[in-house]
Structures are given as C-alpha cells and as structure tokens.
C-alpha cells in the first residue's frame, strides 16, 4: 500500500470515527428524554393514583436509565484514543498508524476502564442529569411519604 492510500485510508476512518461519536451524543439524549419521559410520569402517576410504591418504579427506572446512559459514555469514549492518535498523526506528530482499526483499538480502550470509568463518567454532571434530579426526587418524596405515615396515629 502506498503512503498516499494509507493517509487516505486514515482519513476515512478518523472522519467515520467523528462521525460515530457525534451519534453517540444523540443517542444518549434519546436515554435523557425516555428517562424523564417514563419516571416523571411514573412520579406523576404515584400522585394521581395515590400509589405511593410507583416512587420506587420512578428511582429506580431514573437510576437504569443513568447506568445505560453511563455505559453509553463509555462506549463513546473508548473511541477518543483512537481518534487522538490520528489527530496527531495528522498534524505530523507520532507514528503512522496502521488503518483499519476502530474495533480493535475501540475494545482494548473499553477494557481498561472498568467500572472505576463507568462511575466516574456517571457523576459527570451532563451525564448525572436530570437521571439523578428524577432520582432524588421520587426517593426524597417516597421518605417524605414513609414518614408521614408513621408518624399518623392509627
């Protein structure tokens, strides 16, 4: 392969690469709107239906839809190391890399992180939100509700 086809060839790929992780941004406003979507109504519905457990449904679902959105995170960002090294590539720092490997260098950059990388990239506050908003709120109104009823005489 030529010098020329193999800076074409990476091209290609750093372009796809900005590409995938542009989608990824989307997608995990797509989990943002299901999560609000689904817990706020199920806090609504605890309400309306004088069904205090639904609170639980609530927490619980806005706690699944931060974890999912978590993961999504992390998928995204193991592509970063890829992308950096072509960047500096391009501008005439480091080795030429070898094309054609968004999978294998994708793989080995989600393996290092782990769940210390998942936890972090949660807390990031464009990740935590509104996930933990939703959270906080149908748990502190679920304490609120445990506690008036033990405090009601019988």
Do not use: C
Not at 17 to 32: C, M, Y
Not at 39 to 52: D, E, H, Q
Not at 59 to 77: D, H
Request: charged share 15%; glycine share 6%.
């Amino acid at each position: 392969m030529t010098e020329i086809e193999n800076r074409d060839l990476l091209k290609a790929e750093y372009l796809h690469l900005q590409g995938v992780i542009e989608a990824f941004d989307g997608r995990a406003l797509t989990i943002k709107a299901w999560s609000i979507t689904f817990s706020l109504t199920s806090i609504g519905a605890a309400y309306a239906a004088n069904a205090w457990p639904i609170l639980i449904v609530a927490a619980l679902s806005s706690l699944m839809f931060w974890t999912i959105e978590g993961f999504w995170k992390t998928f995204q960002y193991a592509h970063y190391d890829r992308a950096g090294k072509l960047e500096k590539y391009f501008v005439g720092e480091g080795d030429e890399p070898v094309p054609m490997q968004i999978a294998a260098s994708w793989y080995v950059q989600w393996k290092k992180g782990g769940i210390r990388r998942l936890v972090r990239i949660m807390m990031w506050p464009h990740v935590a939100l509104p996930h933990i908003f939703v959270l906080l709120t149908a748990t502190a109104l679920l304490v609120l509700h445990i506690g008036d009823q033990l405090t009601v005489a019988p």
